[in-house]
């Protein structure tokens, strides 16, 4: 029998460590953004990798706090602690070490138990994972895998409440037409929607016109995903099947300050990477959270605790991949920096399921997705 070839870096050297560290961070670099605007960095030290929010990626009209910017922050961190577990690495994982210093959202450092074994599937996904805005089927995610989804939110301090209730569902879509709304009588919203919008897929960031709807004239779906199309050149059908009786689910957590925002990134991200991993794929609807009166109104639904995301959830033609930023602009103090980021994979196809078109009443506005 022939030996096996020797690991280049024995696993558990400093070299290991820092070779796994830079893999992490472009796995990292695959999450989910507001926006697609990928408001982070990655710094490499030979001890550790800092993650930190990068301020001047915050959308001012739609995120004054700063929120959705931390969540962001938090999809990308679970990302590394994926592709670690994947390594057969456990990390130590320090959030908001520095109070002194609110851009460092997390310190990742070398631990020494075990990996923990449910995360490494996930890595293996994430690639696969992206935000869709196609048209959905009828198919809604059975109680079964909404148990082991609950679980998996949990394990990241959050919790994962569906929308069941018929009146509850309304609620939901009456709440996103009135948020959305209210966003698109804003002009300010409108400008800085607009700046992150249409983009060419070169530009590394934003969202571009392919992945959106076309939206022109008066839209029907009950929940509906935001206009992102204010050019008119949106490569989407028009009609999402965005409706009611579609699986809804918010995810929550205990408080609603910095670490909560970060864990409930975290929460955001496993879950999608669950979803992706059963070919489910998820598309966030975030006005009503965006504003504070539909999110108090909204907080009904998930009370005691604070919601920090909604998610439809369906079976739906394949996402394109949206760009991603230079790796040299997002992961500093690397021995590769030209190195390229792991290739996004286009979601494989669901299986054919007939055409179902929902009735649904027309909207006062329009609305929805965030996230790219």
């Not at 710094?43 to 800092?50: G, I, N, Q, S, T």
């Not at 994962?160 to 509850?168: D, E, G, I, K, T």
């Not at 960031?205 to 939206?215: E, L, N």
């Amino acid at each position: 029998m022939r030996a096996p070839t020797p690991h280049p870096h024995p696993i558990g050297s400093p070299e290991a460590w820092r070779e796994a560290l830079e893999v992490a961070a472009d796995h990292g670099r695959l999450a989910p953004s507001v926006h697609n605007t990928q408001p982070w960095v990655f710094a490499l030290f030979p001890d550790r990798l800092e993650v930190r929010a990068d301020r001047s990626r915050q959308l001012a009209v739609l995120d004054p706090e700063g929120r959705e910017l931390v969540m962001s922050v938090g999809a990308a961190l679970f990302g590394v602690r994926a592709s670690l577990a994947a390594s057969r690495l456990a990390p130590e994982v320090r959030r908001l070490p520095d109070p002194d210093d609110p851009d460092l959202l997390a310190t990742v450092e070398q631990g020494s138990g075990a990996p923990d074994p449910a995360l490494a599937p996930l890595d293996r996904v994430t690639a696969r994972r992206h935000t869709n805005r196609h048209p959905f089927g009828p198919e809604t995610v059975p109680a079964e895998d909404l148990e082991e989804l609950a679980a998996a939110v949990a394990a990241e301090d959050a919790v994962l409440v569906p929308v069941r209730a018929a009146q509850q569902r309304v609620l939901v879509g009456e709440l996103t037409r009135l948020a959305d709304l209210l966003q698109n009588a804003d002009p300010d919203y409108r400008d800085e929607l607009r700046r992150w919008t249409g983009q060419s897929p070169a530009q590394g960031d934003g969202v571009p016109a392919s992945s959106v709807p076309r939206t022109a004239g008066p839209r029907t779906d009950a929940v509906p995903v935001r206009d992102f199309d204010l050019r008119g050149t949106g490569g989407l059908p028009k009609q999402t099947g965005s409706g009611v009786d579609q699986t809804l689910l918010l995810l929550a957590t205990a408080q609603d300050d910095v670490l909560a925002w970060l864990r409930a990134g975290e929460a955001l991200q496993r879950l999608l990477l669950e979803l992706t991993r059963r070919d489910w794929v998820a598309g966030p609807l975030t006005q009503s959270l965006e504003v504070p009166e539909t999110r108090a109104r909204l907080g009904e639904l998930t009370d005691p605790f604070v919601p920090q995301m909604l998610l439809r959830v369906g079976r739906a033609a394949p996402a394109e991949p949206t760009a991603r930023r230079p790796r040299r602009a997002v992961v500093e103090n690397s021995s590769h920096p030209d190195a390229p980021a792991v290739p996004r994979q286009p979601a494989p196809a669901p299986a054919p399921t007939p055409a179902v078109v929902r009735p649904a009443p027309v909207p006062d506005g329009r609305g929805g997705t965030t996230w790219g």
